[in-house]
């Protein structure tokens, strides 16, 4: 009997997709980057069916690569060619919300959106959000440890993760749902796991964390005639905005191409360098409170140039949306070679000065667009209009890494960044990482080729 077949018998046939109109959509990365032929994508409706996929894939040899909203930017959730597509898109449960211990078990395959969407109105917030909230997924947000816009309070996923179930490669069940605040019996597989890119397991249901629902919100973008003044900027509003939860950075060329991409009309007069977007929620309006801080600032960072504040949500949106577009109005303008990095805060300003010019080094005429999370030191660097995207990436990363920063802050290694991984790595470390992945999945059956090279 056929692979398909068989899966066919163990999950119901029309969970087996191979018509390629069907299946084309699973086997392109959305930038257009990363692309592979499936064998088939499989739709599993739980845990078991799960299992029984990755034991039939075991017995026949075939690779199994395990895709959620496939909104990931590395290429991890795609085939490389002749994997089978295990879709998480029906493990879409979401429990009942518990109050009290202000935490939900939902099904890998459930939307970041669907989980706001369930707790917001019992009074209750997730601690992960970005913009592609409506298309990704908890167990995608869960395996590449996502960061996001509010790091700066609530820590990145593997801080939101409090259980979760996962299938082994052996299509043994791993369950740790059960969440004491308190738990010290042995490794940390849940801790593991977060990050784990697809490589050691694939997570079926997550118990997450929930938060007080932070009910006003206040939001002001900050116009600065250079990133230092961002910086600095940053680092004053910081100790005076107790309830501060996002600070997002993004430049002028950054700006224009939303606009053009949009037609956004432009967020205050005049043409300035850098912006930077600061939000605080509370639970009570801060309001004043960054009115005062602006003030006190303004006197103190003569870089400064204007300020513009949301009056309302419709306006907090409006001021979201400079930032949030960003990754839509790159993307529509060509493939870019999109490069997620974190600099040390003592190398920050150096870096976003020099950028450009190391791309420009090796790709002439190229545009690089920065923007990021500026309080993790986490830039976004997109690159448009290189032919040589392997020079681009190499002289990026290897510049990254003589500033002691990370070649991938929170976008994960994938496929994209297999060949630098020890830029920031030690061999010990890659050795340690290595070793659990051959004793988690010793024949090689999930995601090959991400996080190590192939072979
Ligand atoms: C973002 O911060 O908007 C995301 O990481 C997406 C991106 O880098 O394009
Ligand atoms: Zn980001």
């Excluded at 069916?49 to 075939?62: A, E, I, K, T, W």
């Excluded at 504040?309 to 409006?318: C, I, K, P, T």
């Excluded at 805060?345 to 790709?363: C, I």
């Excluded at 667009?369 to 681009?392: K, S």
Aim: glycine share 12%; charged share 20%; proline share 4%.
């Amino acid at each position: 009997m056929t692979l398909e077949a068989e899966l066919g018998e163990a999950i119901g046939p029309v969970q087996v997709l191979t018509d390629p109109s069907v299946t084309a959509s699973y086997e392109t990365d959305w930038t257009r980057h990363f692309s592979g032929q499936a064998r088939c994508v499989v739709r599993p409706g739980d845990a078991r069916d799960v299992g029984s996929v990755l034991r039939l894939c075991g017995r026949h040899g075939v690779a199994v690569v395990t895709q959620g909203g496939n909104t990931g930017l590395v290429g991890g959730g795609v085939p490389d060619g002749g994997e089978v597509v295990l879709s998480t898109s029906r493990l879409s449960d979401i429990g009942p919300v518990d109050v009290a211990a202000g935490q939900v078990t939902v099904g890998a395959g459930v939307t970041l959106t669907a989980l706001q969407e369930v707790v917001r109105p019992l009074g209750l917030d997730f601690g992960v959000d970005f913009a592609a909230r409506d298309s990704a997924t908890i167990g995608g947000l869960v395996s590449t440890n996502a960061g996001g816009e509010r790091v700066l309070r609530y820590g990145t996923m593997r801080q939101q993760v409090v259980g979760l179930e996962a299938v082994l490669a052996d299509g043994s069940v791993l369950s740790r749902l059960e969440a004491l605040p308190k738990e010290n019996t042995g490794y940390d597989l849940v801790g593991l796991l977060a990050g784990s890119e697809g490589t050691l397991a694939v997570i079926t249901a997550v118990r997450v964390r929930l938060w007080p629902l932070l009910t006003h919100r206040t939001v002001a973008l900050l116009a600065l005639d250079s990133t230092s003044a961002a910086l600095q900027a940053l680092a004053e509003l910081k100790p005076r905005l107790g309830a501060l939860e996002a600070a997002e950075l993004f430049l002028a060329d950054g700006l224009a191409l939303v606009r053009e991409h949009t037609g956004l009309p432009a967020p205050m007069a005049g043409e300035h360098a850098a912006y930077l977007l600061v939000e605080c929620a509370d639970r009570v309006d801060r309001g004043d409170e960054m009115l005062e801080a602006l003030e006190e600032v303004s006197g103190l960072v003569p870089g400064l140039a204007d300020i513009v504040m949301g009056a309302d949500e419709r306006g907090r949106r409006g001021l979201w949306r400079y930032r949030e577009a960003h990754t839509e109005s790159i993307n529509a303008t060509g493939v870019p070679v999109k490069l997620d990095v974190a600099v040390p805060h003592s190398h920050l300003e150096r870096a976003l000065e020099e950028l450009p010019g190391v791309v420009t080094q090796v790709a002439p005429g190229a545009r690089t667009i920065i923007f990021g999370h500026l309080n993790e030191g986490n830039l976004h660097v997109n690159v448009l209009g290189a032919t040589d995207h392997h020079g681009v990436s190499e002289a990026v990363l290897r510049y990254v890494a003589s500033l002691h920063g990370s070649i991938s802050a929170e976008h994960g290694i994938g496929r994209a960044k297999t060949q630098w991984l020890a830029l920031s790595r030690s061999e010990p470390e890659i050795a340690a990482m290595r070793s659990i992945k051959a004793a988690l999945d010793p024949g090689l059956l999930l995601n090959p080729g991400v996080i190590f090279p192939h072979g």
